[in-house]
T-cell receptor, first 111, second 114 residues
Framework: SQTIHQWPATLVQPVGSPLSLECTVE??????LYWYRQAAGRGLQLLFY??????ISSEVPQNLSASRPQDRQFILSSKKLLLSDSGFYLC??????????FGPGTRLTVL | QKEVEQDPGPLSVPEGAIVSLNCTYS??????FMWYRQYSRKGPELLMY????GNKEDGRFTAQVDKSSKYISLFIRDSQPSDSATYLC??????????????FGTGTLLAVQP
């Protein structure tokens, strides 16, 4: 069966510091991968998606970036965090003809 | 106008009640409809998905789609305190495919009181 991991589970970072969140999927190959941010009362916002290694599509302009160095690894990064980057970050995967399945999430607080 | 509208609640019901959760949408091209359940501080988990209009039942859960009204519902029978969570509806144009982008509602917070 497929499993999706995210780490860290929680993170507190000062404004202006860098960020690296990691997501890995087990039990499947060549998944589509997604990064979402969930803010209170605002639902899920799709940030990035990837259909393969090195292929990243950005949905919203921001100071975040994503990379996919391996088939089942997806990384969300920032060079300098803003207060507005606080939120619950979710990674998801889908197969070729399947809906999306979410990881446990990372709660980021920027102070 | 948002593509998907969902009442944020909170919705509080007594244990054993029938719960009705709803979403409306504006894009008549949506074909696939999903419901996710999200417990506090956890990732969403897929509950049910349906294609086009009609009903789909899974245990105590029934998903209903009315494309003519652009309205979807999730019914929970014999609700339990363990059903207390946020319920998110989601929909998209194509099931699967290269991008499979979903459009989500903002979620309804449900509390089932023992």
């Amino acid at each position: 069966s497929q499993t999706i991991h995210q780490w860290p589970a929680t993170l507190v970072q000062p404004v202006g510091s860098p960020l690296s969140l990691e997501c890995t999927v087990e039990g499947t190959s060549n998944p589509n991968l997604y990064w979402y941010r969930q803010a209170a009362g605002r639902g899920l916002q799709l940030l990035f998606y990837s259909v393969g290694i090195g292929q990243i599509s950005s949905e919203v302009p921001q100071n975040l970036s994503a990379s996919r160095p391996q088939d089942r690894q997806f990384i969300l990064s920032s060079k300098k965090l803003l207060l507005s980057d606080s939120g619950f970050y979710l990674c998801a995967w889908s197969g070729a003809r399947d809906t999306q399945y979410f990881g446990p999430g990372t709660r980021l607080t920027v102070l | 106008q948002k593509e998907v509208e969902q009442d944020p609640g909170p919705l509080s019901v007594p244990e054993g009640a029938i719960v009705s959760l709803n979403c409306t949408y504006s894009n008549s091209a949506f074909q696939y409809f999903m419901w996710y359940r999200q417990y506090s501080r956890k990732g969403p988990e897929l509950l049910m998905y349906t294609y086009s209009s009609g009903n789909k039942e899974d245990g105590r859960f029934t998903a209903q789609v009315d494309k003519s009204s652009k309205y979807i519902s999730l019914f929970i029978r014999d609700s339990q305190p363990s059903d207390s969570a946020t319920y998110l509806c989601a929909m998209n144009l194509n099931y699967g495919g290269a991008t499979n982008k979903l459009i989500f509602g903002t979620g309804t917070l449900l509390a089932v009181q023992p």
